[in-house]
């Protein structure tokens, strides 16, 4: 039996979309989440940072920690939450629809109130319900691919997810450091780019109706059946057959973004302390931008490639490949020549993943149902500080050295854990 002919988890417990999507459609889903990134890009890689230094320039580290660690929270927290609702709701507008653009409203409104905060408390305050909004948008906007989308395609809207995360960071710096460089102008701006951008993709294409849930009438059959209700149950074996796939798809997804993020989190660090460099700001700014192009190309060119060849598989475990390779050149080679091509690796590599994993993931979904659920669960786990805690413990007692040797390990476990995935090729 060939891969093209294994049975998947989709085709047997899942209605899977056979209409083509539109160039239009494709356009106006990525601007979507082009407004997502906005929301979730900036804070973390520099508007949080900066907040802390104003509000409290004593405490900033500890405030901007804080702060970013509660988002975090909140997010692993309400995402699953928001997910099992989404899939359980019927509004007329359309369930995935109507919780994109609450999950909008929720995140933009508080968000352009953030920076006029007097003190860091408030701004806690406001940045916990920006996080709630956040996983409202993330969780039906991830599961509009499943549900709208044909296999053939997924690639190329996976693709709509990872290349506007590039433009958001790199356009929304520009405009933050250079454009609006006043504290509260920037959030509030920030907010109203972030609220316009999904509203072509969620007022302009209507969702398809949610098709009818077996399992809920199986439950309804099971409570006057007591022979229903016995076979309703599924033990422990028949959900960890049903969630293999998924459950390998998330462990991938974990670990080879937990490896990226040691990768550029420490990269401030690697060049001033590791390489000594004088200026290690223009230099970490330096490598972004090269990291963000080739990060662009390679989400691009994935996801076109996989949905042509009908590949997942290989094309997630060559991007850890070559994020493993980055890694590695850090760590044996620590020169600033080697630290561009390192980028160029890390941004091709990422880039390929943020597509195709994307991708893989909802192909092997296993159940309509339960879409958002699924999806929110495997997304929180994405948000565990793992990266963090591993460069914490490897730092407290080694170097940089040992760092970016055992994220290689992560990542190129990650793509490992790929090919345990049975249903997809």
Not at 14 to 26: C, F, H, M, N, T
Not at 319 to 329: D, F, M, Y
Not at 363 to 387: C, F, K, M, W, Y
């Amino acid at each position: 039996m060939t891969a093209d002919a294994l049975p998947t988890a989709q085709t047997s417990a899942a209605a899977i979309p056979q209409k083509a999507v539109s160039q239009g459609w494709l356009w106006t889903f990525g601007l979507a989440w082009l407004g997502f990134w906005l929301l979730v890009m900036l804070p973390g890689q520099f508007m949080l940072v900066r907040l802390a230094s104003a509000l409290d320039p004593a405490e900033k580290i500890g405030v901007g920690s804080f702060l970013i660690a509660e988002m975090a929270i909140v997010i692993v927290v309400s995402v699953p939450v928001i997910g099992w609702l989404c899939d359980r709701s019927s509004p007329r507008f359309g369930r995935r629809r109507t919780w994109a653009l609450a999950g909008f409203v929720t995140a933009t409104v508080p968000f352009a109130l953030v920076g006029l905060q007097p003190s860091w408390q408030p701004a806690a305050a406001l940045l916990a319900i920006v996080a709630v909004g956040q996983s409202a948008a993330l969780v039906s906007l991830s599961a509009m691919i499943a549900d709208q989308v044909p296999p053939a395609q997924r690639g190329r809207a996976s693709a709509a997810v990872g290349v506007p995360q590039v433009i958001a960071l790199a356009g929304g710096m520009i405009i933050v450091t250079e454009l609006v460089t006043d504290l509260g102008w920037s959030w509030a701006v920030i907010a109203v780019l972030a609220l316009l951008a999904p509203l072509p993709f969620l007022l302009c294409h209507r969702e398809p109706a949610a098709h009818a849930r077996p399992a809920a009438d199986a439950r309804a059959a099971a409570a006057t059946d007591p022979a229903a209700s016995a076979a309703a149950r599924p033990g422990i074996r028949s959900i960890a057959r049903t969630y293999h796939d998924l459950g390998w798809a998330g462990i991938s997804r974990v670990l080879v973004n937990a490896g990226n993020l040691v990768g550029t989190t420490y990269l401030l660090y690697f060049l001033s302390d590791s390489l000594g460099l004088a200026n290690p700001e223009s230099a970490l700014t330096a490598l972004i931008l090269v990291y963000l192009v080739a990060s662009g190309l390679g989400s691009w060119a994935g996801g076109a490639l996989s949905d042509r060849l009908r590949s997942r598989r290989f094309f997630v475990a060559a991007s850890a490949g070559l994020q493993v390779a980055a890694a590695l050149t850090l760590a044996l080679v620590p020169t600033w020549t080697a630290s561009i091509a390192a980028a160029v690796l890390l941004g091709v590599g990422y880039g390929v993943f943020l597509s195709v994993d994307q991708a893989l993931l909802t192909d092997v979904l296993p159940d309509e149902t339960t879409r958002a659920r699924d999806l929110g669960i495997v997304n929180s786990a994405q948000h565990l500080p793992i990266a963090a805690l591993m460069g914490w413990l490897v730092l407290s007692v080694a170097g940089y050295t040992e760092l970016y040797i055992i994220a290689a390990v992560v990542m190129a476990l990650g793509g490992i854990a790929v090919y345990r995935i049975r249903s997809v090729r």
